[in-house]
């Protein structure tokens, strides 16, 4: 007997990175693109699978590149284009980086 899989652990399988980092990422894409389709952009399943997916040939790093791609996968008219780059700055807001504790700076506020 053929068990179908679920849609949402194909999507989790295709996206491969099981780390906490991993888990944080999709979070985020599941995220936006619900914002995205209640603000009326039409993202369709198919896209949604595809986005995760790209994520796994990119340097989830740049967030520049995963913007780019993010965009390619998710946006097909100009008039949406504004409203995906407000709700990609919601959800990849980049977080200023640790200052480590050294001389002089106990880490402390």
């Not at 944080?24 to 399943?45: D, F, H, W």
């Not at 997916?53 to 740049?62: A, T, Y």
Request: hydrophobic content about 55%.
């Amino acid at each position: 007997m053929m068990v179908a899989v679920p849609v949402a652990a194909a999507v989790v399988a295709a996206f491969v990175l099981l780390t906490q980092k991993g888990r944080a990422m999709l979070a985020a894409i599941e995220g936006m693109i619900a914002e995205l389709r209640q603000i009326g952009v039409p993202v369709s399943l198919a896209e949604r699978i595809d986005a995760v997916h790209s994520l796994g040939h990119l340097p989830v790093g740049d967030r520049a590149t995963v913007k780019a791609a993010l965009r390619a996968v998710l946006v097909k008219t100009h008039d949406h284009e504004l409203a995906f780059d407000a709700v990609f700055d919601l959800y990849f807001t980049p977080q200023p980086a640790p200052v480590p504790p050294g001389p002089g700076n106990s880490g402390a506020a």
